[in-house]
């Protein structure tokens, strides 16, 4: 469940910083998945779960 929230955060209304891209990286280089099965989690089961955050601009704890 780790790779899948790490790769998720990447469709978050949110830049991210410094600290969360070297944690990402961590979670995905700690992993048991090799870079083929990273590449096939994100673009056929994150991706298709996550891809309609990239239209919404919501703006996280943003309330009108």
């Given amino acids: 469940m780790p790779v899948w929230e ?3 955060e990447l469709f978050l209304d949110d830049e991210l ?3 969360d891209c070297q944690r990402t ?3 995905l ?3 048991r998945y090799s870079v083929k099965e ?3 989690i994100l673009l056929h089961e994150v991706y298709p ?3 309609l955050n990239l239209i919404c ?3 996280a704890g943003e309330l009108g």
């Fill in 17 to 19: 910083s410094q600290e």
């Fill in 6 to 8: 790490a790769l998720s």
């Fill in 57 to 59: 601009v919501a703006g």
């Fill in 29 to 31: 280089a700690g992993s």
């Fill in 38 to 40: 990273l590449q096939e």
């Fill in 25 to 27: 990286a961590s979670v």
């Fill in 49 to 51: 779960a996550c891809a």
